[in-house]
């Protein structure tokens, strides 16, 4: 399995931006993808998680309501809708996935074996 992350940049505090994550190779159908952080300096942090089979997601409790994690299973890509924007929210971005993740376990970083390379966020205040 492979994980292309995408989208990142620099963005006002307030702005908006949208990751992408492509997936290729091999995938399996009770898959779940997820999307982590890590900014400088600190441990990484989980996002947001999606089911690949029914799309059911999953949110860090400080993130919700403004962060959107949703799939398109014709174009094997996850994506993550980031709007009203914080200079908090700087980090690089990572999407990862594995099959069949305990939900209890979604924001767990170790439950997931594969990652891609990760995608700046930049927003200045």
Known sequence: VQLQASGG????AGGSLRLSCAVS????SSSVMGWFRQAPGKEREFVAAINWSDGRTYYADSL?????ISRDSAKNTVYLQMNSLEPE???VYLCAADSAIYRAH???A????YWGRGTLVTVSS
């Open 89 to 91: 929210d700087t980090a």
């Open 110 to 113: 170790r439950s997931y074996g």
């Open 9 to 12: 940049g620099l963005v006002q």
């Open 25 to 28: 190779g091999r995938t399996f």
């Open 106 to 108: 979604v924001t767990w």
């Open 64 to 68: 919700k309501g403004r962060f959107t």
